[in-house]
């Protein structure tokens, strides 16, 4: 199995070209189920999750051609409504397959889908919403079975801003006819490319972005081609590493926006932060503060998946920093392999107490999850010494050849 040996230390400087966003272009994959015709999804990343999502889509019977960061999808002669076990327990991301299946097929066989161990990622919410939109499911044998064949638009209220059941319902509900209002949406803007390529296939929806969104049916949807926004959890994470090894990097081709919450956390204790156009200038001051209170949030809150990331900054500033996590129930796997590294921090429900160190040394650590194992390698371009970063499968999942962006950088990293 692969392994990161990185020894710590060097400072970053140079620029880092942000990554297409996974999570955009999961879902503007699942949408392209819902017409016959092609659609030309730009700035794919090279992402082992989104390879599985193809090949979903293939397991369907669409035809799936990659040429580089443009992905073609042509979902003519669908021959399955099913998602295999198999398939469904390699990404989270499956389970909205489920809406566009539905929205072409009216009716699907899934699995119950499988993606990173950070809690038990139910799937009530996004089965309430069907059901509501008279959709007839069975749950049995670890297979969710649906008949839509009597789907009607509806008025929903989420009962939590849940970003893969907003994105399941839009998903659904673009072909239904009517009228469906979602309420209490998911506002994350993974979201608004969604709305804005089921827009470009057809489509008529407004209000992605915010917590109120409505969708008219329409009857059929055709091809489209449409660019997925960078990643923003990529970019963040590049963010963290200029301010935990220290130099001066511009991100290129992201938002400063779609993570405002971090870098004005940043801004004032550990860098000094500019947006110019569609690039993030980012330089280390010399004295890294520590955050004091951090607490995940639906956004635009400080986003769960750069809790780990930030955890590893914050092990390594002066004083004191409080972090909850409020999104998922077990996501501090990554506490104990800081630990090993030399972190002080301590974990009090689904809240963590980090109390700064001089610097992190370099151990043999284990990827547990995407985000917990990215904050590893962030620790270790930090620590003294060697750091050994194993089972990093996981972080291929969502980062595109982390150590080629960190080398180019001038970081001492490398896959063995
Ligand atoms: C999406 O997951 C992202 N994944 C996650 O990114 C991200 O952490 C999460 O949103 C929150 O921002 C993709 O977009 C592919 P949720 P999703 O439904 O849709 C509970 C990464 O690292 N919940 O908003 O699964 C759930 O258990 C990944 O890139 C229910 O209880 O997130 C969790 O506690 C990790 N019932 C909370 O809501 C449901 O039916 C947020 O889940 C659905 C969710």
Redesign the pocket.
Known sequence: MAKLVINGGNRLYGSVEIQGA??AV??LFAATVLTDEKVIIKNVPDLV?VHNMAKILNSLGADVVRKGTVTEITARDLKSSEITHVLAKE???SIFILGPVLGRLRQAKVAYPG??D??????????KALREMNVKIIERSGYIYCDASNIISGELMLD??????T?NIMLAAVTTKGKTTIMNA?R?P?IVDLQNLLNAMGGSIKGAGTSFIEIEGVDKLHGATYTAMSDR?AAGTFAIAVAICGGEVVLKNCKAEHIHALLSKMAKTSCNIKQIDDNIEIAAKCRRDAIEFIETQ??PGF???LQAPIMALQTVSNGVSIITEN???SRYKHVCELMKMGANIKIKGRTAIIKGVDRLSGAEVLAQ???GGAALVLAGLNAIGTTVVSDIYHIDR?YESIENSFKLLGADIRRI
């Not at 950070?118 to 089965?127: E, T």
């Not at 939590?160 to 059941?165: C, D, E």
């Open positions: 996974k999570n999961l879902p999750d990404l989270r991301s993606g990173c950070i809690g038990l990622r139910p799937i009530d919410i996004h089965l939590y801003p849940s970003v893969g059941a994105e998911a994350e993974e959890i639906p956004y986003p769960t998946d999104i998922f129930e999850d995407l985000r969502g």
